[in-house]
Nanobody, 116 residues
Framework: QLQLAESGGGLVQAGGPLRPSCAASRSTYSSSIMGWDRQAPGKQRELVARISSAGVRVYADSVQGRVTISRDNGEYTVYLQMNSLKPEDTAVYYC??????????WGQGTQVTVSS
């Protein structure tokens, strides 16, 4: 089965950048949307960003202006460039891949911790 492998999380102080990535085990380009959700302790999972095969991007209001999602079709990888991080951004970040037709995949998550 297709797998998603997240990397690039970690500990960063407030105001700093981080760029987690998510690599799929096979092509994800055609008719798919990739992106990231996050879940903080005691909170509901929330959408962070999405990018379609055509390059259309969507961001949550909470990260708008601080986050840029990008996609490398050749390497089957999606990136999440995060800048000006805040302690409120602390969460487990999960990569998501959704194909038109109903197939949906999730990564195991990467921890992002922002210290004050």
């Amino acid at each position: 089965q297709l797998q998603l492998a997240e990397s690039g999380g970690g500990l960063v102080q407030a105001g700093g950048p981080l760029r987690p990535s998510c690599a799929a085990s096979r092509s994800t380009y055609s008719s798919s949307i990739m992106g990231w959700d996050r879940q903080a302790p005691g909170k509901q999972r929330e959408l962070v960003a999405r990018i379609s095969s055509a390059g259309v991007r969507v961001y949550a209001d909470s990260v708008q202006g601080r986050v840029t999602i990008s996609r490398d079709n050749g390497e089957y990888t999606v990136y999440l460039q995060m800048n000006s991080l805040k302690p409120e951004d602390t969460a487990v970040y999960y990569c998501n891949l959704a194909f038109t037709g109903g197939l949906n995949y999730w990564g195991q998550g990467t921890q992002v911790t922002v210290s004050s």
